[in-house]
Each structure stands twice: as structure tokens, then as C-alpha cells.
């Protein structure tokens, strides 16, 4: 009899985590799953998870902020051909990168999945470089020697994989991605939208590239009218974050509400359930599980035109999105208005491609490629 396969994976703690480890679970219990979970936030949700999956599975927990981390993941690399596979989910790890420049070979037998922009060359960006300089020029070398050495570069959206190959002259071969969801139903459309204000989520996390000031400003002309503001910034550059608070008091006064700390998935998919609109003004590839949480909810979404996101998501018939561009010409009527029937549509089609037999066909194409 065959010994059971074995598999890593290094994970960032994420909206997507609790209910990979889920799915995992329910498909893939024939396979020995180790987790180490890369904890950037700080919100304790890595500790939590490890103690709900305790009895499940092997889980390390590391910090992206501790160079003190660095031997852990290098002994567990180390003992990488334990693991009939590696996956690395994003490689968004700074201090930990020296753990990988350090075990090559482990990297060579390892695909990477890019989760965003993170993964695509952040320090590549003039307005990123002003703000890590040094830091972010060593990281960025750092990425340019192990990038090129990973066996697969799986992505969600395929300019993901065209944009890494072209920043680091991937070799490895190109794999479709995905996280599914979970359930994220809330089928009290019209119940769950009669509120005494319009909430408007702006942004998702607080790094400059996702341009969460200009959305600002871009809704300064509603200042007055019946609305509260929420953006959470729970992670990224700290300065950009007291910018962006600056700002959002500046304009919006009390109606402005910072999200600074970290909330669980469960109380996080609860929050977006409050929201009417979710404005998003990134142009690279980053919050897709935030898109995807608003439009499971119903919500109306506004996205930067220029983007990839608003891109592929045009590309796939049957969603509607609004375009940020267009605020400036709308009523706060038109801009708060919600076409119910687009909405279901948005919904429908989400949970279409939520199908699980489709996830399982993405999962079994990574995992199930063991490494020789």
C-alpha cells in the first residue's frame, strides 16, 4: 500500500484561509495537509484558526514581521522533500524571502499562486519605491533571484501571470487559480438595503496603489447628503493609512469611519452585509475576495475603469459594474441608486462560478501534480 501524499502550503492569514482549509478538508482528505500560516496583520486570526484545526492539521504559526521567523521556515524548507507538493499562497513574506534564498531547492519544487499586486511587483510602481526606498529595492532583488525558480506560477487572472513573467523572467509554467468562498448568502435583498443612510466602503486595505484617497475625493461632492464612509486600512504602509484617515475627516467629518484594526472573515462578510456600495479604485490586481463578498451581498459596485479587475470582470457576461470615472457626472441619486434585478444578476452569476465541481477541477490540476 502506497504511503498517503503530502503536501505544504505557506499561507497568509486571509478572508480566503478558514475556508481553504475547509475545502481541503471536505476533498482532499485523503492527502496530509501541513499549513504554516504567515500572520502580516497582527488581528490573531492565524491563532485562532490553528486552534480550531488543531486535531486536523500540522499548522506553524510565523510573523512576516519577525526576522526571528526566518530559521522556522527555513527547517521546515529544509524537509521539503517530505512534501509530495509545496504550494506557496502569494509570496507577500519580507524577512521570510531569506528563508527561500536560502533553501533554492525547496523553491524549484514549489508552484506560487499570485494573490495581487503584492505578487506583481509592488516596488516596480514610483509611487510604492518613494515609500520603502531601500527596503523595497532589497526586497524586490530578493523576489528577481526565487520567482524565476518556482515549477508553477498559478494566477486568478491571466495579465497576472503575463506581468510576472514579464518583471522576472518566469520559466515556469502558468496555472488557473481560485478560492471559493463559502457560503456568503444574504437573500434579504430588500430588507437589508432600508437603512437610515447609504454605506459607502471605500478601499480595502491601506496601500497607495490602491488610490483610496482619490475615491475620496472623487466622493467629496456627496459630502452633505445622507451617507457614512467606511474604509478599512487594518494593513499596509502607515502612513498612507493617517492620510487617508486625514483625508476622509477633512472631507466627510463624523460621516467617516476608519477600520484599523483586523475583524475575522465571519465578522468581516457581517460588516460588508451592512454596506450599500463598494468603491474600488485599484488599478492592479488586489481585493478580488472584497469584490466578491459585495457582490454576494447585493452591494453595487464601483471600479476604476482603468483596471484589470473592472477588465476581466466586463470580459465575463453577466456582470454589471459601475465605473468610478462616471461619478463626477452623476446625481448623489443616480450614484446611490441599485438596479435589484442587476443586482441578483451579479449574485447569480457569483455563485455560478462558486460551483464546487470547478474549484475542484482548479485544486486537483495544483495539488495533484506531486512532484517526481
Not at 487572472?157 to 457560503?183: A, H
Not at 494593513?235 to 476608519?258: A, H
Request: charged share 30%.
Amino acid at each position: 500500500m502506497s504511503e498517503p501524499k503530502k503536501i505544504l502550503h505557506i499561507i497568509p492569514e486571509s478572508m480566503q484561509l478558514e475556508q481553504f482549509m475547509v475545502f481541503m478538508e471536505d476533498y482532499y482528505d485523503d492527502i496530509t495537509h501541513d499549513f504554516i500560516i504567515t500572520d502580516f496583520g497582527g488581528s490573531g486570526e492565524a491563532t485562532r484558526i490553528k486552534e480550531h484545526f488543531f486535531n486536523k492539521y500540522n499548522i506553524i504559526e510565523i510573523s512576516t514581521f519577525r526576522i526571528k521567523d526566518v530559521p522556522t521556515l527555513c527547517k521546515r524548507l529544509r524537509k521539503s522533500k517530505e512534501y509530495d507538493n509545496i504550494i506557496f499562497h502569494s509570496l507577500y513574506l519580507n524577512y521570510l524571502l531569506l528563508a527561500l534564498l536560502f533553501n533554492i531547492k525547496a523553491v524549484r519544487r514549489a508552484t506560487m499562486i499570485v494573490w495581487g499586486i503584492q505578487d506583481g511587483g509592488p516596488f516596480t510602481v514610483p509611487e510604492a519605491k518613494s515609500i520603502y526606498k531601500i527596503h523595497g529595492w532589497l526586497y524586490e532583488k530578493l523576489r528577481s533571484f526565487i520567482i524565476p525558480e518556482f515549477r508553477y506560477i498559478c494566477t486568478m487572472i491571466e495579465s497576472d501571470y503575463k506581468k510576472v513573467k514579464k518583471l522576472y523572467n518566469v520559466k515556469g509554467g502558468n496555472k488557473k487559480s481560485g478560492y471559493i468562498m463559502g457560503k456568503l448568502e444574504n437573500d434579504e435583498i430588500d430588507a437589508k438595503k432600508r437603512k437610515d443612510s447609504v454605506n459607502i466602503q471605500v478601499g480595502h486595505a491601506g496601500f497607495e496603489l490602491t488610490f483610496t484617497i482619490e475615491a475620496l475625493e472623487a466622493l467629496r461632492k456627496f459630502k452633505d447628503e445622507n451617507i457614512r464612509v467606511f474604509s478599512p486600512l487594518s494593513y499596509g504602509n502607515d502612513n498612507y493609512i493617517s492620510e487617508v484617515i486625514q483625508k476622509g475627516k477633512e472631507i466627510f467629518g463624523s460621516k467617516f469611519i476608519s477600520i484599523t484594526k483586523q475583524i475575522s472573515h465571519e465578522n468581516y462578510v457581517k460588516f460588508v452585509s451592512y454596506m450599500d456600495i463598494y468603491v474600488h479604485n485599484a488599478t492592479g490586481q488586489m481585493g478580488l475576495a472584497n469584490i466578491d463578498t459585495h457582490i454576494a451581498n447585493f452591494n453595487k459596485l464601483y471600479l476604476n475603469e482603468k483596471g484589470v479587475v473592472y477588465s476581466d470582470l466586463k470580459e465575463t457576461p453577466g456582470y454589471h459594474m459601475s465605473r468610478i470615472g462616471d461619478i463626477c457626472n452623476q446625481s448623489f441619486e443616480e450614484f446611490a441608486y441599485c438596479d435589484s434585478e442587476q443586482a441578483k444578476e451579479n449574485k447569480i452569476k457569483f455563485d455560478r462560478l462558486q460551483d464546487v465541481e470547478t474549484y475542484k477541477m482548479i485544486w486537483d490540476d495544483i495539488l495533484l501534480d506531486f512532484i517526481e
